[in-house]
Protein backbone atom coordinates (compact mmCIF):
# COMPACT_ATOMS: atom_id res chain seq x y z
CA UNK A 1 0.00 0.00 0.00
CA UNK A 2 1.11 3.64 -0.77
CA UNK A 3 1.38 4.85 2.39
CA UNK A 4 1.75 9.01 0.72
CA UNK A 5 -1.95 8.60 0.03
CA UNK A 6 -2.33 8.96 4.31
CA UNK A 7 -0.39 12.02 4.77
CA UNK A 8 -3.55 15.40 4.55
CA UNK A 9 -0.52 17.77 5.12
CA UNK A 10 0.78 17.86 8.91
CA UNK A 11 -1.72 14.82 9.67
CA UNK A 12 -2.68 11.52 8.90
CA UNK A 13 -5.95 10.62 7.82
CA UNK A 14 -7.62 7.77 6.46
CA UNK A 15 -10.94 5.34 6.20
CA UNK A 16 -10.93 3.24 9.29
CA UNK A 17 -14.70 2.09 8.65
CA UNK A 18 -16.36 0.20 6.25
CA UNK A 19 -19.96 1.69 5.42
CA UNK A 20 -19.61 4.68 2.87
CA UNK A 21 -19.88 3.54 -0.68
CA UNK A 22 -17.21 4.07 -2.57
CA UNK A 23 -14.51 4.74 0.52
CA UNK A 24 -12.11 1.91 1.04
CA UNK A 25 -10.43 0.96 4.24
CA UNK A 26 -7.04 2.26 4.38
CA UNK A 27 -5.99 2.36 7.73
CA UNK A 28 -5.84 -1.00 8.34
CA UNK A 29 -3.93 -3.06 11.26
CA UNK A 30 -0.52 -3.26 9.24
CA UNK A 31 -0.73 0.44 7.80
CA UNK A 32 -1.59 1.75 11.24
CA UNK A 33 1.06 -0.60 12.73
CA UNK A 34 3.72 0.71 10.29
CA UNK A 35 3.02 4.01 11.08
CA UNK A 36 3.46 3.56 14.79
CA UNK A 37 7.08 1.81 14.11
CA UNK A 38 7.39 4.94 11.73
CA UNK A 39 6.75 7.40 14.67
CA UNK A 40 9.47 5.05 16.84
CA UNK A 41 11.99 5.51 14.68
CA UNK A 42 11.18 8.91 14.03
CA UNK A 43 11.32 10.43 17.25
CA UNK A 44 14.57 8.88 17.90
CA UNK A 45 15.81 10.18 15.33
CA UNK A 46 14.41 13.54 16.41
CA UNK A 47 15.60 13.28 20.41
CA UNK A 48 18.85 11.50 20.08
CA UNK A 49 17.35 9.12 23.17
CA UNK A 50 16.81 5.37 22.79
CA UNK A 51 14.22 5.46 26.26
CA UNK A 52 11.17 7.50 25.07
CA UNK A 53 7.82 7.84 26.65
CA UNK A 54 5.19 8.52 24.22
CA UNK A 55 1.14 9.07 25.59
CA UNK A 56 -1.79 8.30 23.14
CA UNK A 57 -5.30 9.54 23.37
CA UNK A 58 -8.15 9.17 21.17
CA UNK A 59 -11.71 11.08 20.42
CA UNK A 60 -14.87 9.52 20.51
CA UNK A 61 -14.81 7.62 17.14
CA UNK A 62 -16.00 4.20 16.56
CA UNK A 63 -12.74 3.29 15.37
CA UNK A 64 -10.59 5.32 17.74
CA UNK A 65 -10.00 2.37 20.26
CA UNK A 66 -8.79 -0.53 17.70
CA UNK A 67 -6.29 2.36 16.60
CA UNK A 68 -5.37 3.25 19.81
CA UNK A 69 -4.33 -0.78 20.33
CA UNK A 70 -2.55 -1.13 17.30
CA UNK A 71 -0.67 2.10 17.03
CA UNK A 72 0.14 1.28 20.75
CA UNK A 73 1.26 -1.98 20.14
CA UNK A 74 3.92 -1.23 17.44
CA UNK A 75 5.12 1.38 19.21
CA UNK A 76 5.83 -0.83 22.17
CA UNK A 77 7.09 -2.82 20.13
CA UNK A 78 9.95 -0.55 19.19
CA UNK A 79 10.74 0.07 22.67
CA UNK A 80 8.58 2.68 23.19
CA UNK A 81 7.56 3.04 27.14
CA UNK A 82 3.65 4.03 26.14
CA UNK A 83 0.60 5.63 28.50
CA UNK A 84 -2.48 5.48 27.01
CA UNK A 85 -4.97 8.33 28.38
CA UNK A 86 -8.13 6.87 26.67
CA UNK A 87 -10.55 9.52 25.69
CA UNK A 88 -9.14 12.88 25.44
CA UNK A 89 -8.85 16.13 23.29
CA UNK A 90 -5.92 16.81 21.00
CA UNK A 91 -4.66 20.12 22.54
CA UNK A 92 -4.68 17.99 25.98
CA UNK A 93 -2.24 15.63 24.24
CA UNK A 94 0.13 18.17 23.18
CA UNK A 95 0.02 19.88 26.77
CA UNK A 96 1.04 16.32 28.05
CA UNK A 97 4.76 16.92 26.41
CA UNK A 98 5.10 20.18 28.59
CA UNK A 99 2.90 20.05 31.81
CA UNK A 100 4.90 19.82 34.77
CA UNK A 101 5.29 15.89 35.90
CA UNK A 102 4.44 14.68 32.95
CA UNK A 103 6.92 15.92 29.73
CA UNK A 104 6.48 13.07 27.30
CA UNK A 105 8.73 13.41 24.65
CA UNK A 106 6.24 12.68 22.26
CA UNK A 107 2.02 12.25 21.72
CA UNK A 108 -0.18 10.79 19.76
CA UNK A 109 -3.72 12.00 19.23
CA UNK A 110 -6.04 9.38 17.23
CA UNK A 111 -9.14 11.69 15.19
CA UNK A 112 -10.24 12.96 11.91
CA UNK A 113 -11.67 16.19 13.21
CA UNK A 114 -14.75 17.15 11.82
CA UNK A 115 -14.65 14.43 9.07
CA UNK A 116 -17.45 11.49 8.99
CA UNK A 117 -17.49 8.90 11.01
CA UNK A 118 -16.09 6.05 9.26
CA UNK A 119 -12.64 8.58 8.91
CA UNK A 120 -10.14 8.57 11.42
CA UNK A 121 -5.79 9.70 11.71
CA UNK A 122 -3.52 10.49 13.66
CA UNK A 123 -1.97 14.05 14.66
CA UNK A 124 2.05 13.63 16.35
CA UNK A 125 3.40 16.07 18.79
CA UNK A 126 6.58 16.52 20.80
CA UNK A 127 6.97 19.50 23.19
CA UNK A 128 7.65 21.87 20.55
CA UNK A 129 4.66 21.35 18.67
CA UNK A 130 2.73 19.65 16.21
CA UNK A 131 4.42 17.93 13.55
CA UNK A 132 5.34 19.27 10.15
CA UNK A 133 4.36 18.18 6.10
CA UNK A 134 7.52 17.40 6.64
CA UNK A 135 7.87 15.42 9.71
CA UNK A 136 5.09 13.23 8.23
CA UNK A 137 6.51 12.46 4.77
CA UNK A 138 10.03 10.80 7.31
CA UNK A 139 7.73 9.12 9.26
CA UNK A 140 5.81 7.56 6.27
CA UNK A 141 9.12 6.96 4.46
CA UNK A 142 10.03 4.85 7.50
CA UNK A 143 6.50 3.11 7.35
CA UNK A 144 7.49 2.04 4.28
CA UNK A 145 10.60 0.70 5.05
CA UNK A 146 11.93 -2.69 6.58
CA UNK A 147 13.41 -0.48 9.54
CA UNK A 148 13.30 -1.30 13.15
CA UNK A 149 14.42 0.19 16.39
CA UNK A 150 16.59 -2.85 17.56
CA UNK A 151 15.34 -2.40 21.08
CA UNK A 152 14.00 -4.43 23.71
CA UNK A 153 10.14 -3.98 24.18
CA UNK A 154 8.72 -0.84 26.04
CA UNK A 155 6.18 -0.70 28.52
CA UNK A 156 2.56 0.25 28.64
CA UNK A 157 0.48 1.28 31.28
CA UNK A 158 -3.04 3.44 31.34
CA UNK A 159 -3.58 6.56 33.17
CA UNK A 160 -5.59 9.66 33.06
CA UNK A 161 -4.55 13.46 32.00
CA UNK A 162 -7.64 15.16 31.34
CA UNK A 163 -8.36 16.25 35.16
CA UNK A 164 -4.90 17.90 35.12
CA UNK A 165 -5.74 19.64 31.88
CA UNK A 166 -8.95 20.83 33.05
CA UNK A 167 -7.85 22.04 36.23
CA UNK A 168 -5.21 24.06 34.10
CA UNK A 169 -7.61 26.16 32.23
CA UNK A 170 -10.17 26.68 35.52
CA UNK A 171 -7.04 27.96 37.44
CA UNK A 172 -6.61 30.34 34.23
CA UNK A 173 -9.77 31.63 34.97
CA UNK A 174 -9.28 32.03 38.53
CA UNK A 175 -6.28 33.28 38.86
CA UNK A 176 -7.35 36.20 35.77
CA UNK A 177 -10.48 37.05 38.12
CA UNK A 178 -9.17 36.53 41.55
CA UNK A 179 -12.21 34.60 42.67
CA UNK A 180 -12.65 30.90 43.55
CA UNK A 181 -16.07 30.59 41.67
CA UNK A 182 -16.00 33.44 38.85
CA UNK A 183 -18.76 31.73 36.46
CA UNK A 184 -20.98 31.60 39.65
CA UNK A 185 -24.32 33.13 38.68
CA UNK A 186 -24.18 32.88 34.94
CA UNK A 187 -26.50 30.07 33.04
CA UNK A 188 -23.39 28.68 30.27
CA UNK A 189 -24.52 25.91 28.07
CA UNK A 190 -21.79 23.16 25.88
CA UNK A 191 -23.04 21.24 22.65
CA UNK A 192 -19.95 18.81 22.77
CA UNK A 193 -21.53 17.02 19.18
CA UNK A 194 -21.02 13.67 21.27
CA UNK A 195 -17.21 14.10 20.53
CA UNK A 196 -14.72 14.95 23.21
CA UNK A 197 -15.29 18.12 24.29
CA UNK A 198 -18.35 17.01 27.11
CA UNK A 199 -15.54 17.53 29.63
CA UNK A 200 -15.25 21.01 29.88
CA UNK A 201 -19.25 20.92 31.32
CA UNK A 202 -18.18 19.12 34.63
CA UNK A 203 -14.43 19.64 34.56
CA UNK A 204 -14.10 23.14 33.95
CA UNK A 205 -17.50 25.29 34.32
CA UNK A 206 -18.85 23.22 37.16
CA UNK A 207 -16.08 23.70 39.39
CA UNK A 208 -16.35 27.73 38.71
CA UNK A 209 -19.88 27.65 39.41
CA UNK A 210 -21.18 28.14 36.37
CA UNK A 211 -25.40 26.88 36.14
CA UNK A 212 -24.73 24.55 32.99
CA UNK A 213 -28.23 23.08 32.93
CA UNK A 214 -29.07 23.19 28.84
CA UNK A 215 -25.78 21.34 27.71
CA UNK A 216 -26.69 19.10 25.28
CA UNK A 217 -24.73 16.01 23.01
CA UNK A 218 -21.44 15.56 26.19
CA UNK A 219 -21.74 11.85 26.06
CA UNK A 220 -19.03 10.78 23.03
CA UNK A 221 -20.63 8.62 20.34
CA UNK A 222 -18.64 8.65 17.22
CA UNK A 223 -21.46 8.05 14.92
CA UNK A 224 -22.74 11.35 15.96
CA UNK A 225 -25.83 10.86 16.22
CA UNK A 226 -27.41 14.77 16.49
CA UNK A 227 -25.15 16.55 14.13
CA UNK A 228 -21.17 16.74 12.76
CA UNK A 229 -19.20 17.94 15.91
CA UNK A 230 -18.14 21.14 13.66
CA UNK A 231 -18.49 25.12 14.61
CA UNK A 232 -18.76 25.29 10.70
CA UNK A 233 -21.35 23.40 10.18
CA UNK A 234 -24.68 24.86 10.11
CA UNK A 235 -27.28 22.24 11.94
CA UNK A 236 -24.04 22.58 14.24
CA UNK A 237 -24.67 26.49 15.53
CA UNK A 238 -28.59 25.73 15.17
CA UNK A 239 -28.37 23.20 17.99
CA UNK A 240 -25.95 25.70 20.26
CA UNK A 241 -28.01 28.44 19.28
CA UNK A 242 -31.51 26.83 20.36
CA UNK A 243 -29.51 25.42 23.59
CA UNK A 244 -29.10 29.14 24.16
CA UNK A 245 -32.31 29.97 23.58
CA UNK A 246 -34.49 27.65 25.91
CA UNK A 247 -32.84 27.98 28.92
CA UNK A 248 -32.39 31.43 28.33
CA UNK A 249 -28.26 30.74 28.66
CA UNK A 250 -25.55 33.89 29.40
CA UNK A 251 -22.93 32.08 26.56
CA UNK A 252 -23.09 28.92 24.77
CA UNK A 253 -20.09 26.97 23.29
CA UNK A 254 -19.38 24.31 20.86
CA UNK A 255 -16.59 22.24 19.54
CA UNK A 256 -15.27 20.48 16.98
CA UNK A 257 -15.04 16.51 17.68
CA UNK A 258 -11.04 16.58 18.82
CA UNK A 259 -11.80 20.45 20.49
CA UNK A 260 -9.17 21.72 18.60
CA UNK A 261 -11.35 24.39 17.37
CA UNK A 262 -14.32 25.93 18.96
CA UNK A 263 -17.50 28.53 18.18
CA UNK A 264 -19.96 30.39 20.61
CA UNK A 265 -23.23 31.76 20.78
CA UNK A 266 -24.11 34.85 22.57
CA UNK A 267 -26.70 35.77 24.89
CA UNK A 268 -28.88 37.32 22.60
CA UNK A 269 -28.40 33.82 20.29
CA UNK A 270 -26.49 35.93 17.80
CA UNK A 271 -23.28 33.37 16.38
CA UNK A 272 -19.95 33.92 17.37
CA UNK A 273 -17.53 32.38 14.97
CA UNK A 274 -15.60 33.06 11.73
CA UNK A 275 -15.04 36.77 11.50
CA UNK A 276 -17.04 37.79 14.86
CA UNK A 277 -14.89 35.42 16.86
CA UNK A 278 -11.37 36.77 15.26
CA UNK A 279 -12.90 40.45 16.08
CA UNK A 280 -14.02 39.37 19.69
CA UNK A 281 -10.35 37.50 20.60
CA UNK A 282 -8.82 40.65 18.67
CA UNK A 283 -10.31 43.30 20.96
CA UNK A 284 -9.04 41.25 24.50
CA UNK A 285 -5.60 40.68 22.85
CA UNK A 286 -5.50 44.53 21.80
CA UNK A 287 -5.97 45.37 25.66
CA UNK A 288 -3.87 43.12 26.86
CA UNK A 289 -1.04 43.40 24.61
CA UNK A 290 -1.84 46.70 22.65
CA UNK A 291 -0.63 47.03 18.77
CA UNK A 292 0.01 43.47 18.43
CA UNK A 293 -0.42 41.74 14.53
CA UNK A 294 -3.57 39.56 14.21
CA UNK A 295 -2.48 36.75 11.58
CA UNK A 296 -5.66 35.70 10.13
CA UNK A 297 -6.20 33.36 6.82
CA UNK A 298 -7.21 34.79 3.42
CA UNK A 299 -10.75 34.90 3.59
CA UNK A 300 -11.58 37.10 6.36
CA UNK A 301 -13.55 40.23 5.73
CA UNK A 302 -12.73 43.84 5.09
CA UNK A 303 -14.75 44.67 8.01
CA UNK A 304 -12.15 43.09 10.13
CA UNK A 305 -9.27 44.37 8.92
CA UNK A 306 -10.84 47.66 9.58
CA UNK A 307 -12.24 46.86 13.02
CA UNK A 308 -8.88 45.66 13.74
CA UNK A 309 -6.93 48.86 13.04
CA UNK A 310 -9.64 50.82 14.38
CA UNK A 311 -8.90 48.98 17.75
CA UNK A 312 -5.03 49.51 17.45
CA UNK A 313 -3.92 46.04 16.39
CA UNK A 314 -1.99 45.28 12.63
CA UNK A 315 -4.60 42.97 10.52
CA UNK A 316 -1.93 40.60 8.29
CA UNK A 317 -4.21 38.48 6.17
CA UNK A 318 -2.30 35.42 5.27
CA UNK A 319 -2.83 31.77 3.76
CA UNK A 320 -5.90 29.11 4.31
CA UNK A 321 -4.38 26.37 6.86
CA UNK A 322 -4.45 26.59 10.34
CA UNK A 323 -0.49 25.43 10.21
CA UNK A 324 0.00 28.32 7.78
CA UNK A 325 -1.13 31.07 9.90
CA UNK A 326 0.55 29.15 13.22
CA UNK A 327 3.73 29.09 11.69
CA UNK A 328 3.04 32.81 9.55
CA UNK A 329 2.65 34.57 13.59
CA UNK A 330 5.55 32.47 14.66
CA UNK A 331 7.50 33.77 12.11
CA UNK A 332 6.53 37.64 12.69
CA UNK A 333 7.69 36.82 16.68
CA UNK A 334 11.20 35.31 15.27
CA UNK A 335 11.71 38.83 13.45
CA UNK A 336 10.44 40.95 16.25
CA UNK A 337 7.14 41.86 15.65
CA UNK A 338 4.44 40.80 18.32
CA UNK A 339 1.72 38.57 17.01
CA UNK A 340 -0.03 37.16 20.36
CA UNK A 341 -2.69 35.61 17.67
CA UNK A 342 -3.11 33.36 14.55
CA UNK A 343 -6.65 32.52 13.79
CA UNK A 344 -8.41 30.52 10.72
CA UNK A 345 -12.43 31.52 10.09
CA UNK A 346 -12.43 27.98 10.66
CA UNK A 347 -12.04 28.28 14.86
CA UNK A 348 -8.48 26.78 14.66
CA UNK A 349 -6.61 29.53 17.06
CA UNK A 350 -3.41 29.50 18.52
CA UNK A 351 -1.84 31.95 21.21
CA UNK A 352 1.13 33.47 22.12
CA UNK A 353 0.26 32.98 25.63
CA UNK A 354 -0.26 29.38 25.14
CA UNK A 355 2.35 27.74 23.11
CA UNK A 356 0.87 28.40 19.59
CA UNK A 357 -1.50 25.63 20.22
CA UNK A 358 -4.92 25.72 18.49
CA UNK A 359 -7.03 24.77 21.53
CA UNK A 360 -10.86 25.67 21.12
CA UNK A 361 -11.33 25.07 25.17
CA UNK A 362 -8.13 27.77 25.67
CA UNK A 363 -9.95 30.50 22.76
CA UNK A 364 -13.53 29.85 25.29
CA UNK A 365 -11.88 29.99 28.70
CA UNK A 366 -10.35 33.58 27.34
CA UNK A 367 -13.72 34.50 26.40
CA UNK A 368 -14.94 33.22 30.15
CA UNK A 369 -12.51 35.96 31.60
CA UNK A 370 -13.68 38.74 29.40
CA UNK A 371 -17.61 37.54 30.55
CA UNK A 372 -16.42 37.56 34.07
CA UNK A 373 -14.40 40.66 34.23
CA UNK A 374 -17.43 42.03 32.04
CA UNK A 375 -20.49 41.42 34.79
CA UNK A 376 -17.63 42.95 37.69
CA UNK A 377 -16.81 46.15 35.60
CA UNK A 378 -20.05 46.62 33.70
CA UNK A 379 -19.92 45.44 29.88
CA UNK A 380 -20.79 42.67 28.30
CA UNK A 381 -18.95 40.65 25.46
CA UNK A 382 -21.24 41.92 22.74
CA UNK A 383 -19.85 45.21 23.49
CA UNK A 384 -16.13 44.07 22.57
CA UNK A 385 -17.59 44.15 18.21
CA UNK A 386 -20.54 46.20 18.52
CA UNK A 387 -18.55 48.41 15.99
CA UNK A 388 -17.52 45.26 13.30
CA UNK A 389 -18.66 45.96 10.28
CA UNK A 390 -20.16 42.63 8.85
CA UNK A 391 -21.03 42.23 5.24
CA UNK A 392 -24.55 41.68 4.09
CA UNK A 393 -23.81 38.73 1.91
CA UNK A 394 -21.09 36.19 1.85
CA UNK A 395 -21.27 33.33 -0.20
CA UNK A 396 -18.59 30.60 -0.86
CA UNK A 397 -18.32 28.39 -4.24
CA UNK A 398 -16.05 24.98 -4.83
CA UNK A 399 -15.25 24.46 -8.35
CA UNK A 400 -13.73 21.24 -8.80
CA UNK A 401 -10.78 21.18 -11.44
CA UNK A 402 -11.33 18.41 -14.11
CA UNK A 403 -7.89 17.58 -15.16
CA UNK A 404 -5.25 15.13 -13.51
CA UNK A 405 -2.71 17.95 -12.98
CA UNK A 406 -4.92 20.25 -11.27
CA UNK A 407 -2.28 22.29 -9.53
CA UNK A 408 -1.09 23.62 -12.29
CA UNK A 409 -4.76 24.66 -14.24
CA UNK A 410 -6.33 26.24 -11.54
CA UNK A 411 -2.83 28.12 -11.33
CA UNK A 412 -3.58 28.76 -14.39
CA UNK A 413 -6.92 29.92 -14.07
CA UNK A 414 -5.28 32.74 -10.97
CA UNK A 415 -2.93 33.94 -12.88
CA UNK A 416 -4.87 34.52 -16.26
CA UNK A 417 -7.53 36.12 -13.87
CA UNK A 418 -5.11 38.22 -12.19
CA UNK A 419 -3.81 39.88 -15.40
CA UNK A 420 -7.89 40.14 -16.46
CA UNK A 421 -8.10 42.36 -12.96
CA UNK A 422 -5.88 44.12 -13.91
CA UNK A 423 -8.02 45.86 -16.93
CA UNK A 424 -11.17 46.39 -15.52
CA UNK A 425 -11.80 49.95 -14.45
CA UNK A 426 -14.16 48.66 -11.45
CA UNK A 427 -11.62 46.27 -9.82
CA UNK A 428 -8.84 46.79 -7.53
CA UNK A 429 -6.41 43.72 -6.92
CA UNK A 430 -5.83 43.69 -3.00
CA UNK A 431 -1.58 44.76 -3.03
CA UNK A 432 -1.09 42.42 -0.05
CA UNK A 433 -2.11 38.85 -0.77
CA UNK A 434 -0.66 36.06 -0.25
CA UNK A 435 -3.02 33.61 -1.43
CA UNK A 436 -4.77 33.16 -5.01
CA UNK A 437 -6.19 36.36 -6.10
CA UNK A 438 -8.51 38.97 -3.85
CA UNK A 439 -9.94 41.74 -5.74
CA UNK A 440 -11.74 45.09 -4.25
CA UNK A 441 -14.78 45.97 -6.31
CA UNK A 442 -16.30 49.79 -5.59
CA UNK A 443 -19.95 50.31 -4.40
CA UNK A 444 -21.29 50.47 -8.26
CA UNK A 445 -20.02 47.11 -8.97
CA UNK A 446 -20.78 44.99 -5.98
CA UNK A 447 -19.62 46.83 -3.03
CA UNK A 448 -17.40 43.95 -1.76
CA UNK A 449 -14.32 41.73 -2.66
CA UNK A 450 -13.94 38.26 -3.93
CA UNK A 451 -11.15 35.62 -3.52
CA UNK A 452 -10.12 32.45 -5.98
CA UNK A 453 -7.58 30.17 -4.39
CA UNK A 454 -6.46 26.60 -5.07
CA UNK A 455 -7.52 24.49 -1.88
CA UNK A 456 -4.64 23.08 -0.31
CA UNK A 457 -5.35 19.68 -0.86
CA UNK A 458 -8.15 18.87 -2.73
CA UNK A 459 -8.64 19.56 -7.13
CA UNK A 460 -10.97 22.19 -6.54
CA UNK A 461 -10.97 26.25 -6.93
CA UNK A 462 -12.55 27.64 -3.79
CA UNK A 463 -13.87 31.29 -4.75
CA UNK A 464 -15.69 33.47 -1.85
CA UNK A 465 -17.37 36.31 -2.61
CA UNK A 466 -18.97 39.49 -0.03
CA UNK A 467 -20.38 42.34 -0.48
CA UNK A 468 -21.60 44.99 1.50
CA UNK A 469 -24.92 45.89 -0.33
CA UNK A 470 -28.06 43.47 -0.65
CA UNK A 471 -27.76 41.77 -4.48
CA UNK A 472 -24.24 42.87 -4.78
CA UNK A 473 -22.80 39.82 -3.99
CA UNK A 474 -25.14 38.51 -7.28
CA UNK A 475 -22.90 41.43 -9.31
CA UNK A 476 -20.15 40.30 -8.41
CA UNK A 477 -20.41 36.76 -9.13
CA UNK A 478 -22.25 37.64 -12.70
CA UNK A 479 -19.22 39.29 -13.80
CA UNK A 480 -16.59 36.99 -12.25
CA UNK A 481 -18.47 34.14 -14.47
CA UNK A 482 -18.22 35.66 -17.60
CA UNK A 483 -14.81 35.11 -17.17
CA UNK A 484 -14.40 31.65 -15.44
CA UNK A 485 -17.01 30.01 -17.97
CA UNK A 486 -14.40 30.31 -20.68
CA UNK A 487 -12.00 27.40 -18.80
CA UNK A 488 -13.69 23.87 -20.01
CA UNK A 489 -12.07 21.93 -16.90
CA UNK A 490 -13.78 23.72 -14.84
CA UNK A 491 -17.06 22.60 -13.03
CA UNK A 492 -18.33 26.37 -12.32
CA UNK A 493 -21.76 24.63 -12.13
CA UNK A 494 -22.37 26.21 -8.57
CA UNK A 495 -21.63 29.89 -9.55
CA UNK A 496 -23.59 29.22 -12.95
CA UNK A 497 -26.69 28.45 -11.06
CA UNK A 498 -26.34 31.31 -8.97
CA UNK A 499 -26.00 34.12 -11.46
CA UNK A 500 -29.08 32.69 -13.72
Given at each position: ?DYK??????D?????L????G?N??????A?????R??????IK????K???????????????T?C?W?CSA??E?G??????????T??M?M???T???EF?G????T????????N?????????G??K????????F??SD?????E???????E?M???????????R??T?????L?G????V?A???AGG???D?????LG??????R??DP??SFP????????K???????????????D???I?D?D??????VLS??????R???I????????????G?TI????I?S???AK????K???H??????????I????????NG??S????E?SGH?A??E?Y?L???A?LI???????A???K?????E?L?Q???????SIE??M?I????????G?K??????E?A????????EQ??Y??VR?????C?????F???LS??????PL????N?????KK????????I?????LD?T???N???
Amino acid sequence: MDYKKLQNGSDIRGVALEGIEGQNVNLTESACKDIGRGFALWLIKKTGKKDLRVAVGRDSRLSGQTLCDWICSAMVEQGINITNFGMASTPAMFMSTVTEGYEFDGSVMITASHLPFNRNGFKFFTAQGGLEKSDIKEIIAFAESDEKTGLEKGSYCQAEFMDTYSKILADKIRKATGENEPLKGFKIVVDAGNGAGGFYVDKVLKPLGADTTGSRFLDPDGSFPNHIPNPEDKDAMKSITDAVKEVNADFGIIFDTDVDRAGAVLSDGSELNRNRIIAMLSAILLKEHPGTTIVTDSITSTGLAKFIKEKGGVHHRFKRGYKNVINESIRLNNNGQDSQLAIETSGHGALKENYFLDDGAYLITKLLIELARGKKDGYSLESLIQTLEEPKESIEFRMNILVDDFKTYGQKVIDQLTEYAKTQKSWALEQENYEGVRVNLNRCNGNGWFLLRLSLHDPLLPLNIESNSKGGAKKIATHLYQFIKEFKDLDATSLANFVE
